[in-house]
Nanobody, 126 residues
Framework: LSAAAGVWGGLVQAGGSLRLSCASS???????IGWFRQAPGKAREGVAC????????YYADSVKGRFTISSDNAKNTMYLQMNNLKPDDTAVYFC????????????????????WGKGTQVTVSS
C-alpha cells in the first residue's frame, strides 16, 4: 500500500471554507481513513476519522459541526471539508490511512495510523 499521495491546502480568512484532498494509489475499502493536524508548538491531534469496520465517523470536539470527512472510492481520494474556519484551526494537516481494525477511531486518534501523506499548511487569518 502506498501512503496517501498528497494534500492541497491554503490560506483562508476566518469564517471561510476550505476542502483538503488526499489521493491514494490503492482503494480505501479495507482501510480506516483519517485527518490529523499539528500546530506550532503543539502535539499532533486527530481531527476526523472514518472506520468502516465499526461504522464510525469521529470528530474532535473542536471541529464537530464544522468539518466533514468523506471519500470517493472511485477516485481513491479522501477529503476534509472545513467550514467556518477559525484562527485556531491553523496547522499542518495530514491525511492518513491504516488497515481497518475493530478498535474505533478514538484508538486511531490515540495511536495514529500506519500510512501518512505529506502535510499541508492551512492558515486561517483573523
Amino acid at each position: 500500500l502506498s501512503a496517501a499521495a498528497g494534500v492541497w491546502g491554503g490560506l483562508v480568512q476566518a469564517g471561510g471554507s476550505l476542502r483538503l484532498s488526499c489521493a491514494s494509489s490503492v482503494p480505501f475499502d479495507h482501510y480506516a481513513i483519517g485527518w490529523f493536524r499539528q500546530a506550532p508548538g503543539k502535539a499532533r491531534e486527530g481531527v476526523a476519522c472514518f472506520s468502516r469496520s465499526v461504522s464510525s465517523t469521529y470528530y474532535a470536539d473542536s471541529v464537530k459541526g464544522r468539518f466533514t470527512i468523506s471519500s470517493d472510492n472511485a477516485k481513491n481520494t479522501m477529503y476534509l471539508q472545513m467550514n467556518n474556519l477559525k484562527p485556531d484551526d491553523t496547522a499542518v494537516y495530514f491525511c492518513a490511512a491504516t488497515p481497518d481494525k475493530v478498535v474505533g477511531c478514538s484508538w486511531y486518534f490515540a495511536y495514529g495510523m500506519d500510512f501518512w501523506g505529506k502535510g499541508t499548511q492551512v492558515t486561517v487569518s483573523s
